[in-house]
């Protein structure tokens, strides 16, 4: 009936799958957990290869790195059931009831996405309280909130899907790297008209990533947001219709010079250790965004 699948990367998962076993034991209900470690360094592989002890936990680990779409289409190959539950490893299971939301809400034309969530409490180390605030202001949302744009708001971190309808979209792996892999598949499941019920089921995010770190993903995904542009595929989000209407005005040559003045101080800002207003960091993509569109 349902197959929990965990793509896993430099993260110690054996906390989640033992909530995420207990709960399936509970429910009574055909069910595997499967993880695929992408090439992750040794101490996790060693630490994550206890879970293949349990009953109905899948383990296996590939040998090279495929990327973050990649391997949730691998994932796929494991699983034998019809529904499919797809979650990051960097995940904590909020909910003692998360696994009965979701088979309460099953529909064999619908998906499902419960959300993401951030501890209320900013973390004690300033190098992560980028990613905590971008995280608790821009990912953080109620399901009702969701649910007014549902395909906006979708993202691949805690999703499930009939394996019917997977097998019509799958992910792009021309995206190796990180960024709007989650944007792209939800156009896909707009394109064909598949609905997405937001519930109010949301997964804990627990891996925070320092400034450096946050900041070098951020850039890796307005690089991805670009390639994708410039293939033709038109991926909506609110930089590239902000990039557009630059251009519609002819002045993308002024904004662009103007922004990589001022990246530095930019740059500065956002990693200054206190709390930092977003829109410097949508001024930072931006500025990258128009320098990855015209190289």
Known sequence: MLSILIPVYNFDVTHLVTELHRQAEELGELYEICLLDDAS??????????????????????????????????LVEMAQYDYLLYMDCDSGVLMPHYLKTYVKALHPKRLLYGGRAYLPKPPSDPQYLLHWHYGRQRE????????????????????????????????????RTYGHE??????????????????????????????AVFLSKTKMAVCNLAQLQ??????????SKTYALIARWKLLFVVGWG?????????????????VDLRYLDLYKLDLFIEAMHK
Request: hydrophobic fraction near 35%.
């Open 41 to 74: 360094d040794e101490k996790f592989k060693v630490k994550n290869r206890e879970v293949a002890q349990k009953t109905n936990v899948h383990y296996e680990e590939l040998p090279q790195n495929i990327g973050r779409s990649a391997i949730r289409n691998r």
């Open 182 to 211: 989650d944007t792209l598949f939800g156009m896909e499941l707009a394109k064909k008209n598949i609905e997405i019920q937001h519930l109010n089921n949301p997964l804990l995010h627990l891996g925070l990533e320092s400034m």
């Open 140 to 175: 953080q949302q109620d399901y009702l909130e969701r649910q007014k744009n549902p395909y906006h708001s979708f993202m691949t971190n805690n999703f499930l899907i009939p394996k019917s309808i997977f097998a019509s979209i799958t992910f792009d792996e021309s995206l």
């Open 230 to 239: 410039r293939q033709g595929k038109r991926v909506e989000t609110r930089l």
């Open 259 to 275: 922004l990589k003045l001022y990246r530095p101080f930019i740059l500065k800002y956002l990693q200054r250790p206190k709390l």
